[in-house]
């Protein structure tokens, strides 16, 4: 990638000491220089340059279903972009922007039981996102605050725990399971994907309101990203697979708070399926960037659109 060699070097260090970090939760990471200099150095180089092009604050949209590796990547590119361009990288999560376990009761009760669970479009806090991202892009820039999640507790984290950003960013890495994914077509909506659609969304209530979500609420965000990197999983069957390995290291992390069985998260990810699927389909041709990911975990091609 044309780095100087002292540079290199460094993010090599930085690169390898933060993976080993990540090994301790998970299981060990394979072919760690080859997936350094095939993929995270040249996604890097096309972060930069779109920013040296634009000059301002650009927003990256990184995508992938759960468990595909989207904040351990998200975080070797903030390394490399602050070591090799000296570029301030903020990061946040969709899933840091969830509704208040309140706020998804009270959806629960007037729209659908089903929007109680966390997971699809409708249950994240969309005004909040928008003016979080407009308010980071400013010229004239002021602290800004952004939100946190605790899974384990299934509720948004009290104030004082929040990211605060007191540095105005040259790159936003907003990444998310369906960031940039697009509206489902109509006809598309009618036939149920699973047991829980099947069962718990019979008269398609659940289902068509998510998708006037991303029509409205979401697109207005989307709109706001100014490049899309997509992780492309091997299949759906892959995303159970990958998230009871998550589970495994929220367990590690949360502190005696309530964690899934094997059998909630085959429940579970049934909320994530349709759009999930709809986004293997769509993304991998939309996505300004697609990385292929194989069985093993490990990023397998790249493509530049």
Known sequence: MNLKKLSYQKVKNKYLKFIKSQEILSEPFRDKINQLNNFYLPISKMINDTYTKKKKTQVIGLS??????????????????????????????????????????????????????????????????????????????????????????????????????????????????????EPQKNKDLLIAVNELEKHKDKKKIWRNTVNQELKKNYKKIFRLINKIIFLKVPSFNHVFKWRLLQEKKLRITSKGNKTMSENQIKKFIMFYERLTKHMLKTLSYKANTVIKIDTQHRLKSIKFN
């Open 64 to 181: 992938g279903g759960q468990g595909s590796g989207k904040s351990t990547i998200s975080n070797i590119l903030k390394i490399i972009l602050k070591e090799n361009y000296n570029l301030e990288t903020v990061i946040f999560s969709i899933d840091d922007f969830y509704k208040t376990l309140k706020e998804r009761e009270v959806m629960s009760k007037n729209i659908s039981p089903l929007f109680l669970t966390r997971g699809a479009p409708g249950t994240h806090d969309t005004k909040m996102i928008y003016n979080c991202i407009k308010k980071l892009k400013k010229i004239n820039f002021q602290k800004t605050m952004i939100p946190k999640f605790n899974k384990a507790l299934d509720d948004r984290l009290s104030k004082k725990k929040w990211l605060k950003v007191t540095k105005k960013p040259n790159i936003i890495i907003f990444e998310g399971w369906c960031v940039g994914v």
